[in-house]
């Protein structure tokens, strides 16, 4: 008999221990909420503006040279202008675009051929090279 009260003994001391043991219940209500922290809004970035007229200097036919560049920034947001040296006069740009802080020109050149002028602008300064078949050099100079 006692091997047939071995498993009532283990059943009465589970049960007592159930009734001595405290258990805890949770409730959430309502809707749950999430919050996101604020994202950090990006440091403005200052809009290169190359309008105006920009003295520059290069190097063309072995000759250093000043050249004044003129641009202006169209209504429907393209760019136009002219280029100009003592020696050659003045000549209008056939195609100027800016990308971010580089702007790139291209215009007639006195042998036929077309030149190209790429600038990088920062600020009031600008820095690239200029090139045309045969021809080219860099090219640095500032906003008047």
Do not use: Y
């Not at 498993?7 to 996101?36: F, I, Q, W, Y």
């Amino acid at each position: 008999m006692r091997a047939s009260l071995l498993p009532l003994v283990a059943l009465a001391l589970v049960a007592t221990a159930c009734k001595s043991t405290t258990s805890t219940e949770t409730v959430v209500s309502g809707t749950p909420r999430v919050e996101s922290r604020p994202t950090p809004a990006p440091a403005p970035v200052a809009e290169t503006n190359p309008a105006g007229k920009w003295t520059l200097g290069l190097v063309a036919q072995g000759q250093s040279m000043e050249v004044t560049l003129e641009l202006v920034k169209l209504p429907d947001g393209n760019w136009s202008g002219s280029i100009g040296t003592a020696a050659f006069g003045t000549i209008g740009l056939s195609k100027a675009t800016l990308s971010g802080k580089v702007l790139t020109a291209t215009f007639p050149v006195p042998t036929g051929d077309m030149g190209t002028m790429v600038l990088t602008i920062n600020g009031n300064l600008a820095e690239g090279e200029w090139s045309m078949p045969g021809d080219g050099s860099k090219v640095s100079g500032k906003k008047n």
